[in-house]
C-alpha cells in the first residue's frame, strides 16, 4: 500500500481530516458513511451511493437531508466533534435542515 493510499483510507474512514481541496473532493461518501454509520438500514446505503456521484455542494446538502430522515436530528452529536472535516461538514448541513427545511 503506497502513502497516497493510506491516506484515502483515512479520509474515507474518518480517521483523518482533508488537507486540501483535492483531498476533500476525493472523499468517497458512501465509504465514509458505511465507516460512520455502519448499523444503517440497506435502503440509506442505496441512496447514498447516488449522493455520492454529485457535486461536492449537492453532496454535502444531501447528506444533511439523509441524516436527519436517519438516523435523525439528534445525529448532530455524534458528527460535531468527529474528526473527519467531512463528517462535521455533513453535521453542519443538518443544522441547516433543521433551520430551513
Not at 502513502?3 to 465509504?31: F, H, Q, Y
Not at 438500514?41 to 456521484?53: C, I, M, Q, T
Not at 454529485?54 to 439523509?66: D, E, F, N, T, Y
Amino acid at each position: 500500500m503506497t502513502g497516497r493510499d493510506d491516506r484515502a483510507t483515512a479520509l474515507n474512514s474518518g480517521k483523518a481530516e482533508a488537507a486540501t481541496l483535492a483531498e476533500v473532493l476525493a472523499v468517497d461518501t458512501p465509504i465514509l458513511f458505511q465507516s460512520i454509520f455502519p448499523e444503517a438500514p440497506d435502503r440509506y446505503a442505496v441512496e447514498v451511493d447516488a449522493v455520492g456521484r454529485l457535486g461536492i455542494s449537492a453532496r454535502m446538502a444531501a447528506m444533511g437531508q439523509l441524516l436527519v430522515r436517519w438516523p435523525g436530528p439528534a445525529v448532530i452529536e455524534r458528527l460535531r466533534d468527529h474528526r473527519s472535516d467531512t463528517v462535521r461538514g455533513w453535521g453542519c448541513f443538518v443544522i441547516g435542515v433543521r433551520i430551513w427545511p
